[in-house]
């Protein structure tokens, strides 16, 4: 049963992520090369708020549903600390989905996993981080002195696997 409860929270866990509201119009993309990424702070699914420390030398953004599961379930098969030992953090976009979802089903699923999951769940705080950017892809943002040197569209679990370890 507790499988089930899962699964349906998961499957509404970025229901409507992918979706671009009125926030994502006129916009200064956030994600740009040169651009830093220290003043960043995202509450985790603990609602514990994290600023990028300057060790961080990738960040994963999930704008989308399916590619939120597919960071997810790849996270889910490493050990907790995995994240933090390759000097990456994970961002999920929760904020196109309605109040009311967020607060009964993805939150209350997320808090399952065992690795970090920093949310954005403010479509105007969002917006920045999404212009310009294709939603539908895993991205995986390389950063060296805060600031932003690489930005790398990606689809696949195998890719975010080769692009978290590799020592670019």
């Known amino acids: 049963m507790k499988k089930i409860v899962l699964t349906l929270a998961l499957m509404l866990t970025f ?7 009125k926030e994502d119009a006129n916009v200064t993309p956030s994600l740009v090369v040169g651009k830093s990424l220290k003043s960043l702070t995202l509450n985790d699914q603990f609602e514990k708020p994290h600023t990028l420390d300057a060790g961080t030398q990738k ?20 050990k907790p600390e995995y994240l ?15 109040s009311l979802i967020r607060s009964m089903f993805i939150m209350p699923g997320l808090k399952d996993f065992k690795h970090t999951v920093l949310i ?22 390389s950063l060296k002195d805060d600031k932003i040197t690489d930005i790398k569209p990606i689809n696949s679990a195998k890719e975010l696997k080769e692009e978290i370890e590799s020592q670019k």
């Open 59 to 78: 960040v994963i953004f999930a704008f989308s549903k399916d590619m939120a599961h597919t960071c997810n379930d790849f996270f889910a098969t490493q």
């Open 84 to 98: 933090a030992e390759h000097h990456a953090v994970f961002i999920a976009d929760v904020s196109a989905a309605p």
């Open 120 to 141: 954005f769940e403010d479509a105007t705080k969002a917006a920045p981080f999404r212009a310009k950017i294709d939603t539908e892809k895993i991205i995986i943002v």
């Open 15 to 21: 229901l409507g992520c992918s979706s671009k509201g």
